[in-house]
């Protein structure tokens, strides 16, 4: 079969068609915006309008007084606030006991050395009651540590090695400590820095 078409008239109508199919994509493409367009901006300019309805709306609620209930419920949501903080507050200062203390306690257990019980206050100290060494500012926390104790020189050494720790600023080891040749039962008092 004889192709009667030249290969230049191929080209062109190849050519041809894919303008062609470009032309009709672009048209449907067009086509479809246009149809969403038209369907969408009703909804937009509805939006519009129920936007502007609704600050109205807002704006002469805040231009009317407020009623007493509203005022009581205001004045009951401050005074919750101001609890919430102060509990806030006193939460954050509060003083608990550290690792790092405890560790340091642990640490200057000595064999003979027998410890019961750590616990603590929270004590507003003069600088008067303080070691003329240590003498620092008045806010420190009391750490109590009771025991007992195979001898009395076991106990002083105990006791020293607080001293020579700076994490604390007063050791007191009362004299009715001692009281017993052995087998001792102990309160030491240690404030720390």
């Known amino acids: ?11 062109k109508q190849n050519n041809t068609l894919y303008i062609k199919l470009i032309i009709a994509f672009f048209s449907m493409i067009s ?3 246009f149809v969403n367009l038209t369907l969408i901006l ?13 600050n109205s709306k807002l704006e002469v609620q ?3 007084p407020i009623k007493e209930i509203d005022k009581e419920i205001l004045t009951m949501n401050q005074e919750l606030i101001d609890k919430l903080n102060l509990i806030e507050e006193t939460k954050k200062n509060k003083y608990f006991i550290s690792n790092e203390i405890i560790k340091k306690i642990i640490s200057k257990k000595i064999p003979g050395i027998k410890i019961t019980q750590i616990s603590y206050e929270d004590n507003q100290l003069n600088e008067k009651n303080l070691n003329p060494i240590h003498k620092k500012s008045t806010d420190n926390k009391k750490v109590i540590i009771r025991g007992n104790a195979k001898n009395r020189e076991i106990l002083l050494l105990f006791r020293q090695a607080f001293e020579n720790d700076p994490s604390f600023i007063n050791v007191d080891l009362p004299i009715s400590n001692f009281v017993k040749g052995s087998n001792l039962e102990f309160n030491l008092n240690l ?3």
């Open 1 to 11: 079969m004889i192709n009667l078409i030249t290969k230049e008239e191929k080209k």
């Open 31 to 33: 086509f479809v915006a």
């Open 42 to 54: 009703p909804s937009y300019f509805f939006i519009l309008n129920k936007k502007e309805i609704i």
């Open 62 to 64: 805040k231009k009317e």
């Open 191 to 193: 404030i720390s820095s």
